[in-house]
Protein backbone atom coordinates (compact mmCIF):
# COMPACT_ATOMS: atom_id res chain seq x y z
CA UNK A 1 0.00 0.00 0.00
CA UNK A 2 0.85 3.78 -0.03
CA UNK A 3 1.51 3.80 3.42
CA UNK A 4 3.80 0.79 3.51
CA UNK A 5 6.75 3.26 3.40
CA UNK A 6 6.25 4.89 7.14
CA UNK A 7 6.23 0.95 8.51
CA UNK A 8 9.82 1.77 9.20
CA UNK A 9 9.93 5.11 10.40
CA UNK A 10 7.29 4.17 12.38
CA UNK A 11 9.11 0.86 13.88
CA UNK A 12 12.25 2.47 14.69
CA UNK A 13 10.38 5.25 16.85
CA UNK A 14 8.26 2.85 18.79
CA UNK A 15 10.78 0.02 19.41
CA UNK A 16 13.21 3.04 20.39
CA UNK A 17 10.42 4.61 23.12
CA UNK A 18 9.61 1.04 24.38
CA UNK A 19 13.35 0.27 24.88
CA UNK A 20 14.42 3.55 26.37
CA UNK A 21 10.99 3.65 28.86
CA UNK A 22 11.95 -0.28 29.52
CA UNK A 23 15.44 0.41 30.63
CA UNK A 24 15.18 3.30 32.51
CA UNK A 25 12.16 1.65 34.41
CA UNK A 26 14.65 -0.99 35.30
CA UNK A 27 17.30 0.89 36.09
CA UNK A 28 15.55 3.66 38.07
CA UNK A 29 12.05 2.23 39.41
CA UNK A 30 9.40 4.67 41.50
CA UNK A 31 7.89 1.48 42.94
CA UNK A 32 9.88 -1.31 43.98
CA UNK A 33 8.31 -4.26 42.84
CA UNK A 34 8.79 -7.88 43.16
CA UNK A 35 6.29 -9.82 41.05
CA UNK A 36 8.14 -8.32 37.84
CA UNK A 37 11.24 -9.53 36.34
CA UNK A 38 13.11 -7.15 34.19
CA UNK A 39 15.28 -9.51 31.37
CA UNK A 40 16.46 -9.43 27.58
CA UNK A 41 13.59 -12.09 27.46
CA UNK A 42 10.94 -9.60 28.67
CA UNK A 43 12.18 -7.06 26.16
CA UNK A 44 11.77 -9.72 23.46
CA UNK A 45 8.53 -10.33 24.12
CA UNK A 46 7.74 -6.51 24.58
CA UNK A 47 9.27 -5.60 21.26
CA UNK A 48 7.11 -9.12 19.61
CA UNK A 49 3.98 -6.52 20.72
CA UNK A 50 5.34 -3.39 19.53
CA UNK A 51 5.91 -5.12 16.46
CA UNK A 52 2.54 -6.76 15.95
CA UNK A 53 1.03 -3.37 16.82
CA UNK A 54 2.38 -1.49 14.30
CA UNK A 55 1.84 -4.39 11.41
CA UNK A 56 -1.84 -3.97 12.25
CA UNK A 57 -1.70 -0.18 12.37
CA UNK A 58 -0.32 -0.38 8.68
CA UNK A 59 -3.14 -2.74 7.96
CA UNK A 60 -5.95 -0.77 9.33
CA UNK A 61 -4.18 2.75 8.02
CA UNK A 62 -4.43 0.44 4.16
CA UNK A 63 -8.21 -0.71 4.56
CA UNK A 64 -9.21 3.24 5.37
CA UNK A 65 -7.03 3.87 2.02
CA UNK A 66 -8.93 1.94 0.06
CA UNK A 67 -12.36 2.65 1.73
CA UNK A 68 -11.94 6.00 1.04
CA UNK A 69 -12.04 5.39 -2.63
CA UNK A 70 -15.50 4.71 -2.01
CA UNK A 71 -16.74 6.63 0.74
CA UNK A 72 -16.39 10.40 1.72
CA UNK A 73 -16.28 10.82 5.39
CA UNK A 74 -17.63 13.68 7.44
CA UNK A 75 -14.27 15.15 7.53
CA UNK A 76 -13.97 15.38 3.59
CA UNK A 77 -17.44 17.13 3.88
CA UNK A 78 -16.42 20.00 6.17
CA UNK A 79 -13.14 20.64 5.01
CA UNK A 80 -11.27 19.91 1.76
CA UNK A 81 -7.80 21.19 3.22
CA UNK A 82 -5.85 18.17 3.86
CA UNK A 83 -3.60 19.41 6.87
CA UNK A 84 -7.37 20.40 8.90
CA UNK A 85 -8.34 16.86 7.78
CA UNK A 86 -5.38 15.34 9.96
CA UNK A 87 -5.80 17.50 12.28
CA UNK A 88 -9.28 16.68 12.96
CA UNK A 89 -8.38 13.21 12.28
CA UNK A 90 -5.89 13.30 15.00
CA UNK A 91 -7.88 14.88 18.09
CA UNK A 92 -11.30 12.73 17.01
CA UNK A 93 -9.13 9.64 17.17
CA UNK A 94 -7.83 10.38 20.89
CA UNK A 95 -11.42 11.39 21.64
CA UNK A 96 -13.10 8.37 20.56
CA UNK A 97 -10.79 5.64 22.61
CA UNK A 98 -11.27 8.43 25.68
CA UNK A 99 -15.05 7.73 25.39
CA UNK A 100 -14.46 4.14 24.39
CA UNK A 101 -12.23 3.74 27.69
CA UNK A 102 -15.04 5.48 29.90
CA UNK A 103 -17.25 3.78 28.17
CA UNK A 104 -15.78 0.27 29.25
CA UNK A 105 -15.89 1.33 32.65
CA UNK A 106 -19.78 1.91 32.99
CA UNK A 107 -21.05 -0.76 31.45
CA UNK A 108 -20.40 -4.28 33.36
CA UNK A 109 -20.71 -6.62 30.04
CA UNK A 110 -17.61 -4.52 28.74
CA UNK A 111 -16.26 -4.27 32.04
CA UNK A 112 -15.64 -7.85 32.85
CA UNK A 113 -12.96 -7.74 29.64
CA UNK A 114 -11.40 -4.61 30.64
CA UNK A 115 -11.03 -5.71 34.20
CA UNK A 116 -8.31 -7.68 33.34
CA UNK A 117 -6.45 -4.51 32.61
CA UNK A 118 -6.72 -3.56 36.14
CA UNK A 119 -6.04 -6.42 37.99
CA UNK A 120 -2.21 -6.22 38.10
CA UNK A 121 -0.83 -5.85 41.33
CA UNK A 122 2.21 -4.20 39.86
CA UNK A 123 2.15 -1.39 36.57
CA UNK A 124 5.11 -1.05 35.10
CA UNK A 125 5.36 -0.88 30.83
CA UNK A 126 4.46 -4.45 30.36
CA UNK A 127 1.31 -3.54 31.19
CA UNK A 128 0.64 -1.81 28.36
CA UNK A 129 0.17 -4.88 26.74
CA UNK A 130 -2.29 -7.03 29.18
CA UNK A 131 -5.75 -6.36 27.35
CA UNK A 132 -8.51 -9.26 26.98
CA UNK A 133 -8.30 -10.22 23.47
CA UNK A 134 -12.40 -10.00 23.67
CA UNK A 135 -11.83 -6.25 24.16
CA UNK A 136 -9.33 -5.95 21.56
CA UNK A 137 -11.73 -7.51 18.97
CA UNK A 138 -15.18 -5.43 20.14
CA UNK A 139 -12.47 -2.53 19.69
CA UNK A 140 -11.59 -3.19 16.51
CA UNK A 141 -14.71 -3.97 15.14
CA UNK A 142 -16.54 -0.61 16.08
CA UNK A 143 -13.29 1.67 14.89
CA UNK A 144 -13.94 -0.54 11.27
CA UNK A 145 -17.27 1.15 10.84
CA UNK A 146 -16.50 4.26 12.48
CA UNK A 147 -13.66 5.67 11.35
CA UNK A 148 -14.34 5.48 7.47
CA UNK A 149 -17.58 6.94 8.05
CA UNK A 150 -15.81 9.86 10.13
CA UNK A 151 -13.28 10.27 7.24
CA UNK A 152 -10.19 9.09 9.22
CA UNK A 153 -6.84 10.06 7.46
CA UNK A 154 -4.80 7.21 7.07
CA UNK A 155 -1.39 8.89 7.24
CA UNK A 156 -2.93 10.89 11.08
CA UNK A 157 -3.76 7.35 11.94
CA UNK A 158 -0.20 6.09 11.38
CA UNK A 159 0.91 8.95 13.07
CA UNK A 160 -1.25 8.77 16.06
CA UNK A 161 -0.47 5.24 16.47
CA UNK A 162 3.20 6.28 17.10
CA UNK A 163 2.68 8.92 19.35
CA UNK A 164 -0.81 6.87 21.37
CA UNK A 165 1.89 3.86 21.96
CA UNK A 166 4.59 6.16 23.06
CA UNK A 167 2.53 7.70 25.30
CA UNK A 168 0.90 4.67 26.71
CA UNK A 169 4.23 3.14 27.15
CA UNK A 170 5.29 5.83 29.00
CA UNK A 171 2.39 6.25 31.58
CA UNK A 172 2.41 3.02 32.24
CA UNK A 173 5.70 2.27 33.07
CA UNK A 174 7.50 2.40 36.47
CA UNK A 175 9.56 5.27 35.80
CA UNK A 176 11.12 7.28 38.92
CA UNK A 177 10.51 10.93 37.58
CA UNK A 178 10.66 14.21 39.73
CA UNK A 179 6.77 15.28 41.31
CA UNK A 180 7.25 18.40 39.67
CA UNK A 181 7.60 17.43 35.85
CA UNK A 182 5.07 14.55 36.00
CA UNK A 183 2.54 18.26 37.57
CA UNK A 184 3.62 19.58 34.38
CA UNK A 185 3.22 17.48 31.77
CA UNK A 186 -0.34 16.46 33.50
CA UNK A 187 -1.36 20.06 32.33
CA UNK A 188 -1.06 18.85 28.30
CA UNK A 189 -0.44 15.01 28.44
CA UNK A 190 -1.42 11.39 30.50
CA UNK A 191 1.44 11.24 33.11
CA UNK A 192 2.57 7.97 34.74
CA UNK A 193 1.09 9.97 37.77
CA UNK A 194 -2.28 10.71 36.10
CA UNK A 195 -2.55 6.81 34.71
CA UNK A 196 -0.91 5.30 38.00
CA UNK A 197 -4.24 7.25 40.24
CA UNK A 198 -6.57 5.60 37.55
CA UNK A 199 -5.41 1.97 37.81
CA UNK A 200 -5.82 2.62 42.25
CA UNK A 201 -7.84 0.16 44.15
CA UNK A 202 -10.34 2.80 45.01
CA UNK A 203 -13.27 3.08 43.14
CA UNK A 204 -13.53 6.61 42.70
CA UNK A 205 -10.08 7.25 41.63
CA UNK A 206 -10.09 4.14 39.22
CA UNK A 207 -13.25 6.11 37.77
CA UNK A 208 -11.19 8.91 36.49
CA UNK A 209 -8.21 9.60 33.90
CA UNK A 210 -9.45 7.80 30.82
CA UNK A 211 -7.31 9.72 28.43
CA UNK A 212 -4.88 8.31 26.44
CA UNK A 213 -2.89 10.92 25.03
CA UNK A 214 -4.25 14.54 25.78
CA UNK A 215 -5.15 15.23 29.69
CA UNK A 216 -7.58 17.62 28.67
CA UNK A 217 -10.55 15.08 27.75
CA UNK A 218 -10.71 14.31 31.33
CA UNK A 219 -10.93 17.69 32.50
CA UNK A 220 -13.32 18.80 29.99
CA UNK A 221 -15.66 15.91 30.93
CA UNK A 222 -15.16 16.04 34.69
CA UNK A 223 -13.26 12.57 35.11
CA UNK A 224 -9.79 14.21 36.31
CA UNK A 225 -8.33 13.27 39.48
CA UNK A 226 -4.64 14.86 39.60
CA UNK A 227 -1.84 13.36 40.71
CA UNK A 228 -0.54 14.96 44.08
CA UNK A 229 2.09 12.01 45.02
CA UNK A 230 -1.17 10.57 47.43
CA UNK A 231 -0.04 6.64 47.77
CA UNK A 232 -1.25 4.54 45.43
CA UNK A 233 -2.21 0.81 45.54
CA UNK A 234 -3.34 -1.16 42.45
CA UNK A 235 -5.72 -3.47 41.52
CA UNK A 236 -9.04 -4.22 41.61
CA UNK A 237 -11.60 -4.08 44.92
CA UNK A 238 -13.85 -6.82 45.75
CA UNK A 239 -16.95 -5.51 45.05
CA UNK A 240 -15.72 -4.59 41.78
Known amino acids: MYYSWLVPVMGFI ?16 LYK ?3 TTHSTKQWLKGCLNILSSIFMGWL ?5 FIISHHL ?14 GLYSFIFLD ?6 HRINHLFPSLWKFHALHHKEKE ?12 EIFISTAWRLILLPLIGIKPSALLIYNVVFFTVILFHHSNIKIPFKWDRILQYIIVTPGLHHVHHSIKMNESNSNYGSVF ?13 RQQPIKFGIEEEL
Open 33 to 35: QVL
Open 215 to 227: SFWDKILGSITFY
Open 14 to 29: MLSGYSIIYFVEWKHP
Open 60 to 64: FASYL
Open 95 to 100: FIIYAW
Open 123 to 134: LNVFSTFHFHPK
Open 72 to 85: TGLFSLITQNLWLQ
